[in-house]
């Protein structure tokens, strides 16, 4: 039997047999990533190409998935931050219990980014995974429109209720240039003792070592550091 699904932002093909006792199927296809869009409010504007190539076999009971997908002209932004990845491209390797993501690279900002990960799988559900990201003079506004220059790699370990964060950061660059005023000392003071006094919830765990460069200034009316 053969399927063809072919819409505005897909292109799929079925083809195979499913039971009673076996399966044999196959599917390859195309996916506009601008139908991310609809389903996930953290990424602005995504762009970009999701093509893959998979497999079923096996039995009807314990059927084995394996396949690859491609990534090609990814482009989103990150909602609320200072973040626009760009010409995003790499490939993945899976099958029905782990997904290997490799040779993911693109412009993060003004500089570049890579990552790879594995992702392990229980019942075709995550259950671990684990994700390497290196960048390089990435700019980004750190402190209110200051902006900083950095360089670092982080690996990353996400999990239902937190989230492992480890690695190195280097500052390659920064200016902190805003001036200093008693009015804004008071908003401080007048946010700081509205907050709330119940115990905040733990979402993540961070262990980066951050280092700064010899171009990393604070100039403003009350100082001038290096």
């Known amino acids: 039997h053969s399927l063809r699904l072919q819409g505005e932002t897909t292109n799929m093909t079925l083809d195979g047999r499913f039971g009673p006792s076996s399966v044999n199927m196959s599917s390859s296809g195309s996916i506009d990533l601008r139908l991310l869009s609809s389903v996930t409010q953290v990424l602005d504007a995504p762009s970009g190409d999701l093509r893959y190539s998979a497999t079923l076999t096996g039995t009807t009971l314990r059927p084995v998935l394996g396949g690859t997908a491609e990534l090609s002209g990814v482009r989103f932004g990150i909602s609320g931050q200072d973040l626009q990845v760009r010409g995003l491209q790499g490939r993945a390797q899976f099958s029905s219990t782990r997904v290997l993501v490799d040779d993911v690279d693109g412009q993060l900002n003004d500089g570049r980014v890579r990552a790879r990960g594995d992702v392990q799988l229980q019942g075709l559900v995550p259950k671990r995974a684990d994700f390497d990201v290196e960048f390089d003079d990435v700019t980004t506004r750190v402190i209110d429109d200051d902006s900083a220059t950095l360089t670092g790699a ?69 100082l001038r550091a290096k």
Request: hydrophobic residues 35%; charged residues 20%; negative net charge.
């Open 154 to 222: 982080l690996h990353i370990v996400p999990s239902s209720n937190t989230v492992m964060v480890s690695g190195n950061v280097d500052v390659v660059k920064f200016r902190y240039t805003k001036p200093l005023t008693l009015e804004s000392l008071v908003t401080w003071a007048r946010q700081s003792s509205s907050m709330s006094t119940e115990t905040p919830q733990e979402w993540g765990h961070f262990d980066v070592d951050i280092a700064t460069g010899n171009d990393v200034r604070i100039e403003n009316n009350l």
